[in-house]
Nanobody
Framework: QVQLVESGGGLVQAGGSLRLSCAAS????????MGWYRQAPGKQREFVAT???????NYADSVKGRFTVSRDNTKNTVALQMNSLKPEDTGVYYC??????????????WGQGTQVTVSS
């Protein structure tokens, strides 16, 4: 089993910044992809950003130039630096990983989510 635990959410004014962190633990052989998704009230979960173990990144158009995803492969952690936040960035942010477990099974896994609220 693999667990993802997020931290760093909160309330911030529009234009402000927040940094989310996520730590993975458990029966991990490799974390091929890590990243973040979010879900606003009444909406479906949507992609925010991902980063591969080699450092290649991908961002949703809505966050490009404002958010930066990074990871520390030695610590099995991923972070999301969010700048110039907008009210539409409000939602629950979920850490994501595509895992190769020690038994070589592969699967997607998610954290429990952390709330980000941006006030106007």
């Amino acid at each position: 089993q693999v667990q993802l635990v997020e931290s760093g959410g909160g309330l911030v004014q529009a234009g402000g910044s927040l940094r989310l962190s996520c730590a993975a633990s458990g029966s991990i052989f490799s974390l091929d992809v890590m990243g973040w998704y979010r879900q606003a009230p009444g909406k479906q979960r949507e992609f925010v950003a991902t980063i591969t173990s080699g450092g290649s990144t991908n961002y949703a158009d809505s966050v490009k130039g404002r958010f930066t995803v990074s990871r520390d492969n030695t610590k099995n952690t991923v972070a999301l630096q969010m700048n110039s936040l907008k009210p539409e960035d409000t939602g629950v942010y979920y850490c994501y990983a595509f895992v190769t477990a020690t038994g070589r099974s592969k699967f997607n896994t998610w954290g429990q989510g952390t709330q980000v609220t941006v006030s106007s």
